[in-house]
């Protein structure tokens, strides 16, 4: 015999704090980095090329294309936010979502630019740089 659901008032109100937390969590992430773009990019991309993650010719090179994939990040709407992370979603359980984005770029398309040689690691190592940059701003 087949078990029926009942989408009662508790449970919606239980996945509306859900989806209400993931949103503040979302601005408040997308805020700290419009606060701190320039800053914020600088620290990724040091750590990515201290990591060994990316090798290039050019440090500011690679800065500069971090600034503009934040500026991208920031004035994007959900949707093509969401269809650029797609193919990433599944990399860690509950991702956060710039980092997921930032991941996406240097995998997708950081790796033909012309100032970057190689970019090495797993799509796990690459997010888990980016991310743990992130977590320093957040905190800070």
């Known amino acids: 015999m087949a078990k029926i659901f009942y989408s009662g008032n508790r449970e919606?109100?239980?996945?509306?704090?859900?989806?209400?937390?993931?949103?503040?969590?979302?601005?408040?992430?997308?805020?700290?980095?419009?606060?701190?773009?320039?800053?914020f990019a600088n620290k990724v991309s040091m750590k990515l090329i201290e990591s060994g993650l990316i090798e290039t010719v050019s440090k500011s090179a690679i800065e500069n294309q971090i600034i503009r994939c934040l500026d991208t990040l920031i004035k994007s709407e959900d949707f093509d936010i969401d269809y650029t992370v797609a193919p990433f979603r599944t990399l860690v359980a509950n991702p956060n979502i710039a980092s997921l984005y930032l991941t996406a770029f240097v995998v997708e398309k950081l790796i033909d630019h012309k100032d970057v040689i190689d970019v090495y690691g797993s799509d796990e190592d690459i997010y888990y740089c980016i991310h743990n940059q992130l977590t320093h701003l957040m905190a800070e």
């Open 12 to 39: 919606a109100k239980l996945l509306s704090k859900i989806e209400s937390s993931k949103e503040r969590e979302r601005i408040k992430t997308l805020n700290a980095i419009r606060d701190n773009i320039e800053f």
